[in-house]
């Protein structure tokens, strides 16, 4: 019997299923950059006393770079500036000790005067994004400081399903808001195991490498599974929160079938996350408000539920209060890891395979029809 651990925030829980019942999907391709090879590459970036370095995610593979250029710039006598969002710097503070992390502020002048500035660096770990189709520096910069060109995003949008690794309007309004911008960017292809490779550049042409990069990892798999267990991202922490795990699900969607089960394992031990989910779960809003509102984090959320939520029963194994979670979202709870495998083994048959996608925040998975 094969002894499979997902993450569950603070901890790691077992997989007991018979090598008959699982059927795992990883990217078997996402080896890591050797430590010497990493060391080379943040070498070769170009820094001095101007440099003011802007990590946009508090990933670990963000934090684990922010570091090392500061170590390098150190060592050439050189002292650089750190500054971030309000939303993660808290998160960046407490795992880059020693570090006055400044605020990137949302002022017109102060924004204008970095994004102009050749010297300043952001700093993004490149995902896959289930309303995007692609998340990096572009798309985080367009949700923190755009607001009337994301809700342009959101109206573009061709349907109301989620699109992981596809591009489309949102993602050309994205990029059309960051085209005048003279900064640099470093965006990083990673995963649980660390830095696969990362690209510095100009803004665009880091994206898209980072972008390339992720197609160059897709892994081939057969669609319409019946079943899917989605394990949580360790590098980006993707199970503090409901909605950050919700990503994962969207980032996957398409590998089931219709009327099939999927279950998420995710504590969320920081609640809810965006503002559209705590809305609704505190009942301030309705499913479908997303129809006629403006934009607000996280509405993409309510969109991809009130599609999805009759075509597949979504569970989840998490912390959060069980109130919220099966009268407000209408999802199927699950005590344990094993109460959900044996569920599923019960509805699909004692010689069913059981899917289980470890990392969907990178993964584009594909088969012989979408090469």
């Not at 960046?92 to 400044?102: D, Y």
């Not at 607001?147 to 342009?152: C, R, T």
């Not at 898209?208 to 798999?221: M, P, Q, R, V, Y």
């Not at 009942?283 to 984090?297: C, F, G, P, T, V």
Request: hydrophobic share 35%.
């Amino acid at each position: 019997m094969p002894e499979l651990w997902l993450n569950y925030g603070s901890t790691d829980i077992i997989v007991d299923l018979k090598v008959e019942n699982l059927s795992l999907i990883e990217n078997s391709k996402f080896d890591t950059l050797p430590p010497e090879s990493l060391r080379q590459k943040i070498e070769s970036i170009e820094i001095n006393d101007n440099t003011v370095l802007i990590p946009l995610d508090a990933s670990n593979s963000t934090v684990q770079l922010t570091s090392s250029l500061v170590s390098f710039a150190e060592t050439k006598g050189v002292k650089i500036s750190i500054e971030s969002v309000p939303k993660i710097r808290k998160q960046l503070t407490s795992k880059i000790p020693n570090q006055n992390i400044a605020l990137l502020e949302r002022k017109s002048d102060h924004f204008l005067e970095r994004t102009s500035n050749k010297h300043t660096i952001f700093i993004s770990k490149t995902n896959i994004d289930p309303f995007f189709g692609y998340g990096g520096t572009p798309t985080k910069l367009l949700r923190e400081f755009g607001e009337d060109e994301m809700n342009k995003a959101f109206n573009s949008r061709v349907d109301d399903l989620p699109h992981p690794a596809s591009k489309g309007p949102p993602l050309e309004i994205a990029e059309k808001f960051c085209q005048d911008i003279g900064a640099m960017s470093i965006e990083i292809v990673s995963n649980n195991s660390g830095i696969n490779n990362f690209f510095y550049g100009e803004l665009a042409d880091s994206f898209h490498s980072g972008i390339e990069k992720l197609h160059d990892l897709s892994i081939e798999t057969e669609l319409g599974q019946k079943s899917l267990i989605i394990g949580t991202n360790i590098d980006t922490n993707s199970s503090s929160t409901l909605s950050s795990s919700l990503d994962l699900l969207w980032n996957s969607i398409h590998l089931l079938r219709k009327n099939s089960i999927v279950v998420i394992v995710s504590e969320n031990n920081k609640g809810f996350g965006t503002s559209a989910i705590e809305k609704f779960a505190y009942r301030q809003s309705q499913l479908n408000d997303y129809k006629n509102s403006n934009y607000i984090d996280g509405l993409e959320h309510l969109m991809f539920i009130n599609e999805l939520k009759e075509k597949y029963t979504i569970s989840v194994l998490s912390s959060l209060p069980k109130y919220y979670l099966k009268e407000t979202f209408g999802f199927r709870i699950f005590s344990n890891i094993q109460e959900a495998a044996d569920k599923i083994l019960e509805l699909n048959g004692k010689s069913h395979k059981i899917s289980i996608a470890l990392d969907p925040n990178v993964a584009i998975f594909k088969n012989e029809l979408t090469r």
